[in-house]
Every structure is written in C-alpha cells, then in structure tokens.
C-alpha cells in the first residue's frame, strides 16, 4: 500500500483509510445526490470480518517505518498510545463498533460509515456525512473533506434522535422545584436516545404567559445540554390571556397550549371556557393539549377518601378511576370537534381512554395520544406497596391503572398507530419532597422519571415482542412529534438537510435499570431491576458526540430554543378540508307573513311554554279562583287569569281545550255576539274533566277568528296552536292548523 494510506506510521487497510489517502484514485461517484444503488435490496453483510485487529498489527510503542505482520490485538486490549482508534462494546463486552478519529478530535465533521439507516418510512444501507450540525451527504463512496472523525456502524441501526414530547423539568411546586433541572434532565436524555426535549411551561395563576416563558427559556438556555422546544399551558381564561395567546404564536415560537380540565379551583376550565379556548386556538393555527380528568368528581372522591381515614398513595388511585379520565377524554373530544380543533390528548394512561381517542380517529377526529413512560413500562399495583416512598415515586395525574395488562395494550395500540407519539412526563421529586403529603395524599407532589429509559421501553415491549416494526418505532419516538409541532423535517428525520442528530441504535445490547446508575438526581427510579432491551451505542447532537463507549461528553448550556411555527401541515390539511366540508348555509325560504305571538302583552306569571313534569326545581304556580276574578272581551276590566288553560278559536265552532284536573274551576265560556253590539252573555259551565266538548253556535268571526266587535287578549290565544308554513312561501300559506 502507498505511504498515503498509513497514519502515524501505521499501514491501514483501504476501507479504513481517510477519504483521499488511499493509493487507488477514488472513483467520482456518488454525492448529494447521487442515487443509492441497491439501497433497497435485501442485504446481508458480514461486518465481522471487517473487524479492526484482524489482518492487522498494532502500531509498535517506539516509532518505525513500517509495523511487521503479527497477530491483531485480544478483545477489549486498550489501544496503543499513537492510535486513535475507540472501541464500542456491549455489556457482554463483543467489539460493536471501530472508531476512527482524525488528527483533529476538535472537527465537527463527522461521517458515519456502514449503517442501515432507518427512517418512519423506509430503511437502507448508506454512509452519512455530517458537517456544521447538518447532514450534508447520504449515500455510497461519498466525497468528504479532509478532517473527518469516521465511525463505522458494522450494520448498526442510524436513526433519527429521540424526541421526548413532555418534560417537566426544573418545575417549580409549593416553594420547592423538581431535582432534575434543565442541565440534569437533559443529560439523562441523551443517555437515552433522545435529543430533543419539549418542556411545558407552568405560569403563575396572577402572572402571565410572557412573563413565565421567558422565566423557562432563561432556565433552559443556561443549562440545557440539547435542542428544546416549549408548550405553554394555560392556567386560567379571560380576554388578556386571549391576546397573550395571538402574541405568542405569531412572535414567540410556540404553537401549542394545554388547558386542564382537573385540579378544581386552581387551574381547571370549565366546558365553556374549553370551546371558547379551542376555537381561538384554531383560528391561530395551534395545537390544544389536554390533561383530561373530571376535577369535580376527583374533588368529591378525595374528601371521601379522607373521610374514610385513606391518606396513603393508594388514596391518589382510589380517588381517580379511570372512568373519569375517559370521561374528560370523550367531552374534550366532542369540544373540539365542535370548534374544530386538533386535540393532543396528553398521558394517556387507561384502556378506556387510549380506546375513546382511537375510535374518534376512525371517525375522522384530528386527534393525538401520547402515552407516556410510565404508562408503557409498568402499572399501578406499586401503590399498594407497604414501601411509603416506593408507592410515592409512582404517584402521577391521571394515575397509573391498576389492571396489570393495561402497558401491554396501550403498546399495541401505539404500534398500530392508534397512539401516535411518546413522552415521558420526566417531573422527579425527592423522597423528603414527596413526604409533604405523608398524610395526605392530595399533597403529594405528582410526577415520575421515564425521559432516560423511553426509547429502551417502548423497544423493549413493543419492538422486541413483535408489536411494532423498526420503522414504527422511528416513527413514535420522533418522527410523528416532529411533524405534529412542525418541527419536520429538520428533525425526526435522516435527510440532507436535517440537523445531525442521530443515534446509533443496538437492538440487542441489554441494560438493567437502576437507580444507581442512572442520570437523573432522583432516588427512585420506578423502573427500579427491569431489564431492557435495545439501547444507544452513539449518541450525535447538534453534530457532535454526546455518548460514546458508554460515556457522556456534555456541554452545559449548549441546548438551543427551536421555535415551532403555527399550522403544521401533518395537522391543519385536515382541519382545513373538515372546515371546508363543514360550512354552514341557510336555507333559503320565502318569507313568513302568517300571525305571530305577540310576547309583550303575555301575562305576568302565566307561560304556557315548560312542563313542571320531570323538574324538581319547577314549582307549579298558584290556582286563582275565577269566580273572583272579572274580565272583559272587549279589553276591559281585569286581565285573564294565570292558568294554564288554553282556548283554541276557530271560525264557526269554539273549544275547551285541555285543562289540567289541578286546575279543576268554575269556566264561563259561552257567549254571543249580535252584529256590532258590544253586549256579551256568559253561560257558567263546571269542567269535571281533563276536557269538555262545547255546542255548536254560528259565531261571526274576522280574518284571524276573532267575533266581529270584540277585543281579545292575545294572551289566551292557544300556545298549542301549530303554524303550518309549507315549502314554498308566502304564496302556499293557506291555512292554519
């Protein structure tokens, strides 16, 4: 081989050779875009026998010309004081992956080689060049600069890097604030897999939504170690939180607000206050998110609990069916289909309510589940535990369900796609934070670790069971959050383009949980001896290494802010078809020039409109005595008593119509009327029933059934009467009925 392709005196074979070093000139195929050929063919490669150490020596300790033939190197033998090389391996300690850095560790140029990339879509085999936090090339034989630090995948999944869509970092409660700040927090989640966050910010019930989210961004941007984005939730509604909400998503960069239909008296919204907030989140091109529980009745199921002397985390569950988690999940489905709206259904944590979202996207519904770690990891019978602090560390809104087989189900249905994204709800207290409610429940601060194990769980129950595909898996880990807060496809996808954030993925490396080596602060982890499979070999953010060889290299304070503009397209195309399809018109109609009730000379008390029937709170009016009451035809006198009894007059013919047997009285009726006298006889009748059939008497009578010389009140005129008004107009009234 020609000196070009030694390093430090050490004769390299050509595939591990720098791009340009190689004796053979290198052939001018492939690039930006280039198409891969045979990219998706089945394929199977033997990385094994491309090992590094096998054909070849290790450089000597002293510098020579040329290293003599020798046996490689024994597995797991540290590297020699000139190389450069790193070696990843799993747990078991087999070589995974050879790392070839360049003179220049400091260069963000980096070039993956030999990994099948996996998108949500497709997967296949290329290389990938990344420089300035981008990738700039995928394909084979690329053409790179010099200054390239090489990693060879051997066949390893490349996928995009995790996104964690809930995280409650550094979040402030009663006076204390969650042990896993923003720096902490972060660190955890690229330990995982994931690097992006999208933490909620929590405003002050007096303060605004400005105010605190400029709180959040000066918390994040000081310690955040990856990308983040911002929700905003929304503890109370009036007309300046409306405006508040105009500027920030026009000038702010967030696009998704979350309103809370538990914790009464605090931030709770009435079903009013949801539609009027849904549609004005509509009209701007966000997202609502909902915590959906009945407040109301968890706040009468916790006084009763207390009641019953239950203070302990069983009280938490006990006091939170899952009946009322999918009751809240039905009603805030139905408000935003009336206004419209997306809906992002947060925590999904019971069968009923992961069900209720999925039967109303079959029917159509723009709406989004996202369960959380916990919720797919383990269940709810810890809170029986006789460990205080063990129940405690489990203790989350809506809670975790006691029904054992509830993680399988809500997996199978995010494999399906039923539920589209993942999240952790990362929110850690202490022991002694938790302990606040040591005698009451309701005190206990609610949150759960989950942002370092996500990714390892959902693999671990769904992809290593056979629920979900790789694919899917790229899919509801990053990929589905990207595009629903139109963050795709600079994220959550390998593409030129694309920011570089990419991990390296070992199906088959095997992690137990512990709380002992895990990267949160918290002393619990509710994972606590479970055994994964599926976790991160390399970790790439922002184009650079943040776990290699099962180290962490973080940089506090390198996270960036990412804004997410208004009307993602994988949400409102939708929106905009149903808006479409929804548009209101009036039916077109001649106009009415029948007789109209005149309500202004109704008598006061008297409303034949409402039946007391069935209404508790209805009280039946008071039954005056006609016989003490005097009254006029002609509009003189005392008006008509105030009971419900109702006449019916017609051209030759009068009828008693219906009178209540309550209402039983003495009715004078019957009267004459001769030409243009103004004399008027009555005839007393006892009604002894519900009706009463009067004689036949030829009545003059006007155009609208009154005798001819009388004045009637318009207040005995039968509310009963039906105004037939036939399609057509005022041409086909003829009659009334």
């Known amino acids: 081989m020609a000196a070009g392709g030694r390093r430090g005196g050490e004769e390299l074979p050509v595939y591990l050779a720098r791009p340009g070093t190689a004796a053979v000139p290198r052939q001018k195929r492939g690039g930006l875009f280039c198409s891969v050929e045979g990219a998706f ?59 070839l850095a360049p003179a220049d560790d400091t260069s963000d140029r980096l070039l993956i080689k030999g990994g099948r990339i996996v998108n949500d879509d497709q997967s296949f085999y290329a290389d990938i060049y990344m420089e300035d936090g981008l990738i700039k090339q995928i394909g084979d034989n690329l053409i790179v600069p010099g200054g390239v630090k090489t990693i060879e995948a051997n066949g390893k999944m490349v996928i995009p890097g995790g996104i964690d869509v809930h995280t409650r970092l550094q979040m402030p409660y009663k006076g204390m604030t969650a042990v896993d700040d923003f720096f902490q927090g972060t660190k955890a989640a690229l330990a995982g897999g994931t690097t992006m966050i999208m933490d909620h910010v929590v405003p002050d019930p007096e303060s605004s939504l400005a105010e605190a989210l400029e709180r959040w961004r000066e918390w994040a941007d000081g310690k955040a170690c990856c990308d983040y984005a911002l929700h905003v ?47 004005c989140l509509a009209e701007l091109g966000a997202i609502a998110q909902v ?100 129940a405690a560390a489990f203790v989350v809104s809506p809670p975790l369900s006691p029904d054992p087989t509830t993680p399988d189900y809500i997996n199978s249905l995010l494999a399906s796609g039923d539920l589209q994204v993942s999240g952790s709800a990362h929110c850690t207290f202490s022991t002694a934070q938790k302990a606040i409610g040591k005698d009451n429940f309701t005190a206990i601060p609610e949150g759960t670790n989950g942002i370092e194990e996500r990714m390892s769980v959902i693999w671990d129950k769904a992809v290593a069971t056979g629920k979900m595909d790789e694919n899917q898996f790229v899919a509801v880990t990053s990929t589905n959050a990207a595009k629903i807060f139109n963050l795709y496809p600079r994220k959550g996808r390998i593409a030129v383009g694309s920011d570089s954030d990419l991990v390296i993925w070992d199906p088959d490396a095997v992690k137990i949980v512990t709380a002992k080596t895990h990267q949160s602060a918290a002393e619990y982890n509710i994972f606590e ?209």
Not at 245 to 267: C, I, R
Not at 322 to 350: D, G, H
Not at 563 to 584: G, L, W
């Open 41 to 99: 063919e089945s394929k199977t490669l033997d990385f094994g026998a491309l090992r590094v150490g096998q054909r070849r020596a290790p450089p000597p300790a002293r510098p020579g010309p040329e290293p003599g033939p020798g046996p490689g190197p024994e597995p797991g033998s540290a590297p020699g004081p000139d190389s450069d090389a790193g070696e990843l391996r799993a747990a078991a300690g087999e070589e995974r992956l050879q790392d």
């Open 233 to 279: 939730d929304i503890p109370r509604w009036s007309d300046r939180i409306r405006q508040e909400l105009h500027t920030m998503v026009q000038e702010k960069g967030v696009n998704s607000f979350m309103v809370y239909m538990a914790y009464k008296d605090l931030y709770q919204m009435s079903n009013t206050e949801l539609y009027e907030i849904f549609s």
């Open 291 to 390: 915590h959906a529980e009945n407040g109301d009745i968890i706040a009468q199921e916790q006084t009763r609990m207390l009641e019953m002397g239950i203070t302990g985390p069983e009280g938490h569950v006990l006091s939170r069916p899952e009946e009322l988690e999918a009751e809240a999940v039905f009603r805030a489905i139905t408000i935003a289909s009336q206004t419209n709206c997306p809906l992002y259904v947060t925590k999904v944590m019971s069968k009923s309510a992961a069900d209720l979202i999925s039967q109303a996207r079959k029917k159509g519904n723009v709406v989004f589940g996202e369960p959380i770690t916990a919720s797919l990891g383990t269940d709810g019978t810890h809170y029986w535990s006789k460990n205080w602090a063990k």
């Open 529 to 737: 001896g479970m055994e994964l499979r599926g976790a991160p070999l390399v970790v790439i953010c922002q184009g650079k290494i943040m776990l290699e060889d099962g180290n962490l290299h973080v940089t506090q304070g390198t996270g960036r802010f990412l804004p997410s503009s208004p009307f993602p397209d994988y949400v409102y195309k939708r929106i905009k078809a149903r808006r479409k399809m929804a548009e209101m018109h009036a039916v077109p109609r001649g106009m009415y020039d029948g007789p109209v009730f005149d309500l202004t000379t109704t008598p006061k008390g008297g409303t034949p409109a409402g039946s007391t029937r069935g209404s508790p709170t209805r009280q039946t009016p008071p039954v005056r005595n006609l016989h003490q009451s005097g009254f006029s035809l002609s509009g003189h006198g005392q008006s008509w008593p105030s009971t419900p009894l109702h006449l019916a007059v017609e051209a030759r013919r009068t009828v008693a119509t219906e009178v209540p047997v309550q209402h039983q009285t003495l009715l004078l009726q019957h009267g004459s009327v001769h030409g243009g006298a103004s004399t008027v006889t009555f005839k007393p009748l006892l009604l002894s029933g519900s009706f009463l059939e009067s004689e036949r008497e030829q009545v003059p009578v006007d155009s609208l059934g009154r005798p001819f010389g009388t004045q009637i009140d318009e207040g005995v005129r039968s509310a009963s009467k039906r105004i037939v008004a036939p399609p057509g107009g005022r041409s086909n009234i003829t009659s009334l009925s």
